[in-house]
């Protein structure tokens, strides 16, 4: 049957040229597809210091006044109103106006904040189009990843990506109702191509090289965002639309997708299309100069056999008693939705953590690019942390001490913070523990990239992970309130942030071991590592 072929064990055979180049396409260059349209936010809505513009008219013709040639002065003008001294029948008061001609931006090309006037009572209305994104990347979490598990994970994959490109270049025209929508759904889009394509690139290496190979995804995706920052950094000149534009039509190459990326050969066998899985076989096969008669015999078991020497059975084999495993799976198998709920916890933990501690640490004086690299080149150590120890001490070590890592720091953070007072040299602290904090959280998210799809068996992976990344995007929303709460109670996000993290490491000790194991390719598979650890615990 399907699932007693050793996918990995063919993948070995095979060899790892045609899987680099296909490892090269999704994580050095495709990758800028996930990265910038999330990031361009930083360039496009960026709030620039502002004040009012001079009066052009009399004060009547504004409606502040009751008669012509008013006498006044103005006192100063702020960002949102102007204070003015006016005399009316010999009395002398003082009074505010708000901005009736408009507003001068300390700035030389315009952000969509500076052209759409997202200023004073309009405040807020450039953050929400963010939200809006992260909105988009919930629901497309929740949708994409199920479709993927049932209809493959390359028509998924490709369509993503051609529609990202396509909405994110089409968000530099248009008002900015056009806009929000257009950046709805290219965060769902950013996610049914970005979960699918890594989803894919995992399933087609063998258990000993995922480790790796998901390190090396975490790695490239900081140099991604200090890729984007250096993109953002040379169109600094450049009015925003171009930018937006620009941050759409990276991913042009995505129009020839269909013919760079293949159909996963683990999907395929899953799904029992031997036809298709043969096709993959041969084509990597000549690719890599190996023999076929080295790797066919591998896919041919006695069922396997008669499918490929009868072709017309494929549909009949495929549609007999096959399983119809979706959400309802999940909600119906103790060991599925006890994985499940943790894994959304931790996901939604790390997001809101990570999130957190991002927006917090930003909020610097000088250059926004300058700050830009900083906050990212804080993340760079934790990546190199990750790939030296993932082959050695599995995924749940690893997690649980990356969130081990985060939670301590964030409370000693918090300790330090309210005894500040007392010396300079405590905040100074304060501040280094939250950044070992992010260390640790970063750890802990590269880790869980990895770890999830491995607790969920084939046809249920990308739901797996959709799930997880939900709930991240349901930290996300939560994120940017953490400074908001920190204005009111300075020590409150790092007892939140580090009381999650501990709920997260201990929760995390009822989850198996997934390193050097086969991914499940069966929802039995899976039942049988739960009944195998339990046994083991006793």
């Not at 050969?265 to 076929?292: G, P, S």
């Not at 913070?417 to 501040?431: D, G, I």
Request: aromatic share 12%.
């Amino acid at each position: 049957m399907a699932e007693n072929i050793d996918v990995d064990n063919i993948w070995r055979i095979l060899g790892k040229r045609y899987t680099v180049l296909q490892i090269i396409y999704a994580f050095f260059i495709s990758v800028y597809m996930a990265g910038f349209p999330m990031l361009v936010y930083v360039f496009v809505g960026y709030a620039p210091s502002h004040r009012c513009k001079p009066f052009t008219k009399d004060l009547y013709e504004y409606g502040y006044t009751e008669q012509y040639n008013t006498t006044y002065t103005v006192v100063k003008y702020d960002s949102c109103h102007t204070t003015i001294s006016r005399n009316i029948s010999n009395t002398t008061e003082v009074i505010s106006i708000p901005c009736v001609e408009g507003y001068q931006y300390d700035i030389e090309v315009d952000t969509f904040v500076s052209e759409w006037n997202l200023v004073c009572d309009k405040a807020g209305l450039g953050e929400l189009t963010q939200t809006i994104w992260t909105a988009g990347q919930g629901i497309g979490s929740l949708i994409f990843p199920s479709i993927a598990d049932r209809y493959g994970r390359k028509p998924l994959t490709v369509c993503c990506m051609i529609l990202l490109t396509i909405s994110g270049a089409s968000a530099s025209f248009g008002s900015y109702y056009i806009y929000a929508v257009l950046r709805f759904l290219s965060g769902a889009f950013q996610q049914g191509y970005g979960l699918t394509m890594y989803i894919g690139i995992m399933e087609q290496v063998s258990k000993e090289n995922r480790g790796m190979v998901s390190a090396l995804a975490s790695l490239s995706w900081s140099i991604n965002v200090i890729g984007v920052a250096a993109i953002g950094y040379l169109m600094r000149n450049i009015h925003w639309r171009y930018v937006q534009m620009a941050s759409g039509l990276v991913g042009i190459h995505s129009l020839f997708a269909y013919w760079i990326i293949d159909e996963s050969l683990r999907w395929l066998i899953a799904n029992k299309k031997m036809k298709q899985a043969k096709a993959v076989v041969m084509k990597v096969a000549r690719f890599n100069k190996v023999k076929l008669e080295k790797v066919l015999p591998l896919l041919e078991g006695e069922a396997e056999m008669r499918l490929l020497q009868e072709p017309d059975l494929e549909k009949d084999i495929s549609s007999a008693k096959k399983p119809n495993e979706n959400m309802l799976t999940i909600l119906k198998t103790k060991t599925l939705f006890k994985t499940s709920a943790i894994m959304s916890l931790t996901w939604f933990t790390n997001s809101v953590v990570y999130y957190g501690l991002t927006l917090q640490s930003v909020q610097l004086s000088g250059d926004r690019y300058l700050n830009f690299f900083i906050s990212v080149g804080v993340e760079l150590p934790a990546m190199i942390t990750f790939m030296l120890l993932v082959k050695r001490l599995g995924r749940k070590k690893i997690s649980m001490i990356g969130h081990s890592i985060a939670g301590i720091s964030l409370i000693i953070s918090v300790i330090l913070t309210t005894l500040k007072a007392r010396s300079s040299s405590l905040n100074t602290a304060a501040v280094a523990f939250s950044f070992i904090g992010k260390y640790g959280i970063t750890i802990s998210f590269s880790t869980i990239f990895l770890w999830t799809p491995e607790l969920f068996p084939t046809n249920l992976r990308n739901t797996g992970i959709g799930i997880g990344s939900v709930f991240a995007r349901i930290g996300g929303m939560f994120a940017p309130y953490s400074s908001l709460l920190a204005r009111h109670i300075e020590w409150g996000p790092g007892v939140i942030f580090g009381a999650c993290c501990g709920v997260v490491t201990l929760l995390q000790l009822l989850l198996p071991e997934t390193s050097g194991k086969d991914l499940p390719q069966t929802v039995e598979e899976l039942v049988e590592w739960d009944k195998k650890k339990e046994n083991n615990s006793k």
